[in-house]
């Protein structure tokens, strides 16, 4: 009898064990996969799919109606070449909100960028991608029309230590056609980034926009911000995302621009299988 009823404990309890077992192994690839694909989300050349809205609000000091909005819609495709090549298409569709002296504001799309980089499919331990970019009159607020078509190189270096992605982005654009009534373009544009990894998808970093317009007046060229912020790799359902939220302060800037910058990422996820 008394084999009979621990027989019966054991033939209870044994897949009670497994299911925890399977669960908590279950956890553990999901988190491994988490902090994989923070990673890969950190890397601009990366092989991964994504479609990213970055929010960024700009302003002198709270909240208010003075405060500028900039949303870039910017979806990132990579595309095999072949065994060697891969090449990553990143579109930035810029939505401007402005305020205007009147007290209204101006809303609309400014300039479309398309940016090409060409990298290696299977990169070592220093990664990077080299290419063009494109820059189309598509303005369709006064504030942001310059009626010109821009182009340039632009170029990503990274390296992925550890739990560290540590890098940058740097590209300037010359105008090359179209309006002669406007000031020509000549703009430079660098990101550098750093993140530090943490369990669970969590990630700090930073990756300032450091801008410069090159025909601007001396001491109005330059913006220079610094800040940093928090990322998350989360599920919404069983679609992957990337959420993240930072803080930058303009400690050089145009004097008609904003000091502060507050800017908030979701991004939809598509990892390679």
């Known amino acids: 009898m008394r084999r009979m009823i621990l027989g019966s404990m054991l033939a209870l309890a044994v897949p009670g064990m497994l299911r925890a077992q399977e669960t908590a192994a279950d956890s553990a690839a999901a988190q491994k996969r988490a902090e994989a694909l923070a990673k890969e989300t950190q890397n601009p050349v990366g092989n991964l799919t994504t479609i990213p809205f970055q929010f960024n609000w700009t302003t002198g000091g709270g909240l208010g109606d ?44 400014a300039d479309i960028q398309e940016q090409i980089y060409f990298t290696a499919a299977k990169p070592g331990k220093v990664i990077w991608g080299a290419g063009p970019i494109f820059s189309f009159p598509t303005a369709t607020i006064s504030v942001a029309v310059t009626g010109q078509f821009a182009l340039g190189p632009a170029v990503v270096v990274l390296t992925m230590p550890g739990h560290w992605v540590i890098g940058g982005i740097v590209n300037n654009i010359w105008r090359i056609a179209g309006s002669s009534s406007t ?61 993240s939220m930072q803080y930058y302060h303009n400690v050089v800037h145009p004097d008609n621009a904003g000091a502060d910058v507050v800017r908030m990422v979701f991004a939809l996820l598509y990892p390679r299988k």
Do not use: C, E, H
């Not at 579109?91 to 402005?98: A, C, F, I, R």
């Not at 550098?192 to 109005?220: D, E, H, M, V």
């Open 66 to 109: 003075q405060t500028q909005s900039l949303i870039f819609f910017q979806p990132v495709l990579p595309l095999a070449i072949n065994k060697q090549w891969i090449v990553v298409s990143r579109t930035v569709v810029p939505m401007l909100s402005v305020p205007l002296p009147s007290g209204d504001r101006a809303s609309g799309i």
């Open 183 to 243: 000031t020509a373009i000549n703009a430079f544009f660098t990101q550098p980034f750093i993140n530090y990894n943490l369990k669970r998808g969590w990630a700090i970093s930073t990756a300032p926009i450091i801008t410069a317009n090159w025909n601007a007046p001396s001491g109005q060229q330059w913006t220079v911000p610094l800040g940093l912020g928090i990322s998350k790799i989360a599920l919404i359902g069983k679609q992957p995302v990337n959420l």
